[in-house]
């Protein structure tokens, strides 16, 4: 799998229409074959910046993703927002799916004690 993380640090005047600017690159990202998961987070620490995660089965369903006309229409309506170049974590593991965290496995509870 190719797993990605991006950081984009957001013009504050952006901030609030900022997955409404990504809306139409996320949905078409979502649908292709090749994508496991294309999920937006927000810094806690920093409200102006963005965090996408990123997942594609192999380095051809990334090259599909990056050549897509999405991809291109995305970039052109995300740069007018930013503050800076974003900042890219790109590499390829093993696994295809997100694991357990053992040290915070949670048992299943009964149901009448939640």
Partial sequence: M?????KFNVLPQYVDSWL???QEYTAKTRAEPGNLWFEWNRNVDNPDEFVLVEGFRDEQAGAEHVSADHFRR???AMRPALRA???ILSTRIP???WASMAE???SDLPANSV
């Fill in 85 to 87: 170049t974003p900042r």
């Fill in 74 to 76: 995305g970039l052109d």
């Fill in 2 to 6: 190719i797993f990605i993380v991006v």
């Fill in 95 to 97: 696994e295809t799916d």
């Fill in 20 to 22: 409404q600017i990504t």
């Fill in 104 to 106: 915070l496995e949670i």
